[in-house]
Antibody, heavy 121, light 106 residues
């Protein structure tokens, strides 16, 4: 059974860079059938897609966040990562990693449990 | 950007009732529309992909329909465990989500 697990600091100071890693187990991140994505959810609010990455390193980003976001992949560790720079309180959210299934028209079929990141001094 | 608008935002329903949630896209997205269920303090769970395709393990009372700009999630014979927030998601042009529909069971 595929599992995704987010990890990283739960508290980030304003203007600093948020860094999270998603570790994939039970399957290979190098499969040609999937993209790997990040989604966030501010407390009490809806879902926002941040971006995704293919195992080759090809990325797509939400235009509203593109200038601050970098997603990278480490196939040797079966991990992909998110960096969000110049954070503010508005970036406080639960951050999820998830798998986009290309055979399912890029639906998100597996999700991590999510990790809360708070931006505060 | 494709904007998805769900209606209603909130609905209070009784068990065994039939529920319909709609999702309207700001431009045509074909059938690249998916539905998720999110219960409190849980990750979203995929219910329906590509507008109407069922997902293994999801109860058959959940179904989806639509194409182009108008889509519907139907829950037949609602059960208490269906209390959750439901989101639509389009993957035709990058990715966006609807604002969510919260379903309360009376």
């Amino acid at each position: 059974q595929l599992q995704l697990q987010e990890s990283g600091p739960g508290l980030v100071k304003p203007s600093e860079t948020l860094s999270l890693t998603c570790t994939v187990s039970g399957g290979s991140i190098s499969s040609s059938s999937y993209y790997w994505g990040w989604i966030r959810q501010p407390p009490g609010k809806g879902l926002e897609w941040i971006g995704n990455i293919y195992y080759s390193g090809r990325t797509y980003y939400n235009p509203s966040l593109k200038s601050r976001v970098t997603i990278s992949v480490d196939t040797s560790k079966n991990q992909f990562s998110l960096k969000l720079s110049s954070v503010t309180a508005a970036d406080t959210a639960v951050y999820y990693c998830a798998r986009h299934d290309s055979s399912g028209y890029y639906c998100l079929d597996y999700w991590g449990q999510g990790t809360l990141v708070t931006v505060s001094s | 950007e494709v904007v998805l608008t769900q209606s209603p935002d909130f609905q209070s329903v009784t068990p065994k009732e039939k529920v319909t949630i709609t999702c309207r896209a700001s431009q045509s997205i074909g059938s690249s529309l998916h539905w998720y269920q999110q219960k409190p303090d849980q990750s979203p769970k995929l219910l329906i992909k590509y507008a109407s395709q069922s997902i293994s393990g999801v109860p058959s009372r959940f179904s989806g329909s639509g194409s182009g700009t108008d889509f519907t999630l139907t829950i037949n014979s609602l059960e208490a465990e269906d209390a959750a927030t439901y989101y639509c998601h389009q993957s035709n042009s990058l990715h966006t989500f609807g604002q969510g529909t919260k379903l309360e069971i009376k």
